[in-house]
């Protein structure tokens, strides 16, 4: 039913955007933010006959904590080739679809507000509220910031929402209007505000900008905490990113 490689692309795409220190796109795919967190340095993608190449760029990443993504935009052994070559696999991340005009709607909080930043709410709020959510230290703030500040989008390719409680943000989303689909990102909600519905309405609020602007498809990575959250929306898993330490 899903075409699986336009939301590999979206997620190319997004993870790219944080390539503020360095970037490839190509045979490899590689991004590095300089934050000090797995997810926001890595290697996206190795095709066919590029391990070897993949093997030397990715001493771009030399000090940084990095994962690989082993996913159907790799050639089929690459999880087998860097198991051999000593890597690890610690985790996978479903990759999750739903058609945009079979959305379930879920139960929110009444007061429950949901804006675009930056507006009221400030870049820099918005960080601040995902970075406990991510695991990203206190300490690596201000370079999460700029890594934020930097990304090359285009107008209107990414649009952040925060979610409003109680006169602050306490929730955040994305949506990367790229490939042809809407990928979304960055759902989090503060740890004292979970299992009120806050994740599924910043969700929503992503599909619902999606849907006026034409698209059908939404794409997301979930974590295991969202995956059931997701599902309840309508949401499917549609491939599978197994994640390597190397």
């Not at 993504?69 to 996978?92: I, K, M, N, R, T």
């Not at 519905?197 to 979930?222: E, K």
Request: net charge negative; no cysteine; hydrophobic share 45%.
């Amino acid at each position: 039913m899903y075409d699986v490689e336009p939301q590999l692309a979206n997620n190319r795409d997004y993870w790219l955007g944080y390539g503020r220190a360095g970037r490839l796109d190509g045979d490899v795919t590689l991004y590095r933010s300089d934050v000090r967190h797995p997810q926001l340095n890595g290697v996206l993608r190795v095709r066919e006959g590029a391990l070897e190449a993949a093997l030397t760029e990715v001493k771009r990443l030399d000090g940084l904590p990095r994962m690989w993504w082993v996913g159907p935009d790799s050639y089929p052994e690459l999880g087998d080739d860097l198991a051999a070559a000593g890597g690890v696999q610690v985790g996978a991340i479903p990759v999750m679809a739903v058609a945009l005009d079979r959305v379930t709607e879920l139960p929110s909080p009444p007061d429950l507000s949901i804006v675009e930043v930056p507006g009221v709410y400030s870049l820099r709020e918005w960080v601040e509220s995902y970075a406990p959510s991510m695991g990203v230290t206190p300490d690596q703030l201000e370079v999460d910031l700029l890594m934020e500040q930097d990304r090359p989008d285009g107008p209107g390719e990414l649009v952040r929402f925060a979610a409003l409680l109680d006169g602050k943000v306490v929730g955040t989303a994305a949506l990367l209007d790229r490939a042809g689909v809407a990928g979304v990102y960055v759902v989090t909600t503060r740890e004292e505000y979970r299992r009120r519905g806050i994740a599924a309405a910043t969700t929503a609020a992503a599909l619902d900008l999606a849907r006026l602007r034409g698209l059908r498809v939404a794409t997301l990575q979930a974590s295991e905490a969202g995956a059931e959250v997701y599902r309840r929306m309508g949401f499917e898993t549609v491939a599978t990113y197994q994640i390597f330490g190397l």
